[in-house]
Structure formats: C-alpha cells, structure tokens
C-alpha cells in the first residue's frame, strides 16, 4: 500500500509538524511528506522540514493582490507535488479552500469547538479565555477546514480537565499534548482507507 501524500502548512515554530515526522519515521504515522508550505520566511519550523528532507515553499499572503490569489497560489503548489491531503499544522492565515480540496484540508485546533474558537482565537489567546472563562473541561478539535474560521465538519475530539491551579501556560502544555495525538490519530483514520475517502484531484481544477 503506498503512503498518503500529504502536505504540511505552518507559520512558526513546527512544533505539530516535527511531531508528524517522529510519527512517521517511527512508523505509526503512514504518509509520504510532498512538501512544507510556509506563511513566514523565517518560520522555525522551515528548519524542521529541510533537516527532514522534505521540500519547503514560502508563500506570503502579503504578496498577492487578494485572497483569492494568494490561495490559487498554495493549492497550486499542493497540486504540483501530488499531495492529497493538506494539513495544517498552526498555520495562521485564513485560507480559502477550492472545490477540489473540500474535505481534503484537515486543522487541529486547541479547544473543543465551538468554545473558544475563530478570528483572533489562537495560541496561548484560546487558553487564558478558557481559564478566564473559569471552565471545567477543554480539549482539541481535529476538523475539515471551510472558508470560516474554525469552523467545518469535526472529525475528532480529545478533552482534559482543567485544574484549579491551571495557568494559560500549564493549560497549553497539556492539550498540547494531546494535539499529538489527536492530529497523528485523524490522519491514520484518513489514511486507513485512502484513497477511498479522499477524492482523486480533477485533471483541470477548478478555479476559485
């Protein structure tokens, strides 16, 4: 069986991403790196792919006119490497997904949505509103991504309680943690049964 291609969105530090590569070369993450696309230049996490050998893009959504070409210029990217699913691994932007990559681009996220998500709600942010917020319970979300913020269909959740004497950086340590294993969980659930559950990318795709 020949591994899932996928590639890999980031904006900072690679944390997610480094964890997907120990996954796989320990064997319990079966997919085939195609490429690391960047929001930044000097995004930490460029590092972590080239020392991995997989190749790495930069592509600015300042240096387009609009959304729209700023996202035809990623997917575009993902299309020429043959990745066939997108993961976004604490990738910043807001990206519009075309019709060829609609449950194709996969998004974890420190919360349980619909707490504590959308514009703005990133980071150490989602964890002080969680303490703030005095809850009892948090967790992450593993979804498909849409045009709206945090927002597509959840494909799995993971919860933790949240400690009297938690701080927003105690918090973020431990759901990270299960960010580890929640993402590499979803994408072997998708690659179980791929190429099934992933539609073949059209020879002509659409345009945005």
């Not at 991403?17 to 930044?40: M, Y």
């Not at 997917?75 to 993961?87: K, P, Q, T, Y």
């Not at 609609?102 to 998004?107: A, F, G, I």
């Amino acid at each position: 069986m020949s591994r899932l291609p996928i590639a890999v969105l980031i904006s900072g530090g690679g944390t997610t991403l480094r964890n997907l590569i120990e996954k796989q070369k320990s064997g319990d993450l079966d997919v085939d790196f195609r490429v690391v696309i960047s929001s930044r230049v000097d995004a930490l996490g460029l590092r972590i792919a080239s020392e991995a050998g997989i190749p790495t893009r930069v592509i600015r959504k300042r240096d387009f006119r609009d959304a729209n070409d700023h996202s035809s210029a990623v997917f575009r990217a993902i299309r020429d490497v043959g990745a066939e699913l997108v993961v976004m691994g604490g990738y910043l932007e807001h990206l519009l997904i075309p019709i060829d990559f609609e449950n194709r681009v996969l998004n974890i996220h420190p919360s349980l949505i619909p707490a504590f998500c959308g514009k703005g709600m990133y980071g150490l942010r989602v964890h002080e509103a969680a303490v703030r917020f005095g809850v009892k319970i948090t967790g992450c979300t593993v979804h498909w991504v849409d045009n709206e913020y945090d927002h597509g269909p959840i494909v799995l959740q993971q919860a933790c309680d949240v400690l009297p004497d938690d701080t927003p950086e105690t918090l973020q340590k431990r759901v990270f943690a299960l960010e580890c294993q929640a993402l590499p969980t979803a994408i072997k659930q998708i690659a179980s049964t791929w190429p099934k559950t992933i539609a073949k990318t059209p020879v002509n795709p659409p345009s945005l």
